[in-house]
Structures are given as C-alpha cells and as structure tokens.
C-alpha cells in the first residue's frame, strides 16, 4: 500500500513539472514571438548596402585599422544578424555564483534593436528564462521561473533604455559594419589604441571607448556611465566588455567569446562570459 502511494504520489508529481514546463515554455515563446515581431516590424531598408574603404576617409587612425582588418572592400551591411551563445552568468550580487546559460539573440540594425533569449540553471532541474532587449527605442529585462513565475522585471525607463543601447552597441564587434560612419556612428580619436565612439537613437545617445589591439582589432569597449539596479534604484556605473578568439565568419572577422563586467570601486564584477556557438548574417539587398 505504501509503494502504491509513492507511486501516486511520484506520478502526480512528475505531471506537475510537465504541465508547468509545457505551460510556461508556450508562454515564454509567445512573449519573445511578439517581441521579435515588433522588432522586425520596422525594418528599414539603408540607403547605402555595401562598405566602401572610402568611408574610412577622416576616421581615427585606430579605427580605419579595425575596419581595414575585419572588412573587405565591398562587403555587405548586415541587415540583421542570428547569434548562439553559451557560457556562465554570474547570479551573485555580492559573493560569485556562476551557472550556466545557453541563449539565441536575435539582432537587427535598422532600426536597432536586439532580443536576447537566455535560459540559466538555477540548480539542478531549475531553470529562468531571461529577455534582455532593445526595441522600437525601449529597454526590456525581465526573469521568470519556467518561463512563467516572474522573479525579475525591470520598469520602463530612461536609464533601461540607455543601458540596452549600450549592450547593443557594445556588441556590434559581432557585426561591424553597424560601427560605419554611414550607419550613424560618430569617432573622437583618443590616443594611437583608444577611440570614442557615439551612437544617437531616437531620445538615447550613448558613448563608449574602444579599445584596439595591435592586430586593429577591438580588445574591449567601455561606458563610464552604465546603470545598473540595485534593491529598486539605479546607479551609474563604469562598465566594460572585452572580446578575443576571432574569427571569420562570412567575410568578417568577429570576436566568438567574451566577457562583461561592472568596474566597482573594489574592483572589477564579472557577470558574463560566454562564447558564440553559432551566428548567422542576412545583408542589405
């Protein structure tokens, strides 16, 4: 009679899980689906569809050395971009606690935006869907459990805006010709390996400073001003991500692994670090 009861009772429990994942996987999905539709929803097409060595024309010397290094003469815009990650997030807010993720982002350039589409291991058997996105000029970070208990969502704001336009520009080391002049970004030489760059969307403007290694290629970029939440209030914070192992994918060469970090006053916090599994272009016709 006790067995039969476990049994029940272990049955029962297992339909429990399944019902729950079912429901909050379905749920989940149709969330991102509506985001990846309205981000997609106002693609523009630019007036200019390929990179032409002539834009380099009055660029810092370290930033023609980039372009000079990872594009080809002629080498199209990208339109948008398909990205597949894996690696560790760092869900500790003061001692580390590294768990794994796996993701799909999901980039378009005009207008900018992205979708990053993150599941990460709480424990064994537990896991929270995250969406970290930049669309139609708003930030979105929200969490839940299963994909259906919300644990974290931040409120609209124009700090979430200005950090999710940061994440997008940051990285566009993955797809480059987003950092052409001809795409509405502005360089400020610094020194022969440093350049500031600006990128103005809609009522956000953010700025960050490359970093180029001896190769021209991007070694990190860095915002002195990123904000971040914590327990309900937004602070700004220096803020850094570094890129190495690069490749070529489809022409271009792009970093495949990285690392994000808030710089705090008693040294640097690492909450990211992951590599690209996979990463796909479509181009400007």
Known sequence: ????????????????????HFV???????????????LTGGAATPSVSVYSVQELEGLPEPVQRYFQAVLAD????????????????????????????????????????????????????????????????????AAKLFGLFTVMKQPESPQLNQGELLRFFAEAAWYPTA???????????????????TLADGGTTVSLTFTFNEQGLIESV???????????????????????DYQEREGMLVPSAGEVAWLLP???????????TDIHYDYVQ
Request: charged share 20%; hydrophobic share 40%; proline share 5%.
């Open 1 to 20: 009679m006790l067995l039969k009861t476990t049994l029940l009772l272990t049955l029962l429990l297992v339909t429990i899980a399944l019902v729950v």
């Open 24 to 38: 909050g996987q379905t749920s989940w999905r149709s969330s991102i689906q509506l985001l990846q539709t309205e």
């Open 74 to 141: 002629g080498q199209r815009l990208v339109r948008n971009a398909r990205v597949r990650h894996c690696g560790f997030f760092n869900m500790g807010q003061v001692e580390d606690n590294w768990q794994p993720f796996r993701s799909d982002q999901m980039v378009v350039t005009n207008p900018r935006g992205f979708i990053w589409d993150a599941s990460i291991r709480m424990v064994p058997g537990i896991q929270v869907s995250v969406v970290d996105a930049y669309v139609a000029g708003r930030g979105v970070l």
């Open 179 to 197: 950092l052409l002049p001809s795409q509405g970004v502005e360089w400020q030489a610094v020194d022969p390996s440093r350049a500031i760059a």
């Open 222 to 244: 860095r915002s002195e001003e990123r904000f971040r939440e914590i327990n309900g209030e937004q602070f700004a914070s220096p803020w850094e991500g570094r890129f190495w």
């Open 266 to 276: 008693e040294g640097p916090k690492p909450y990211w670090r992951g590599e690209i």
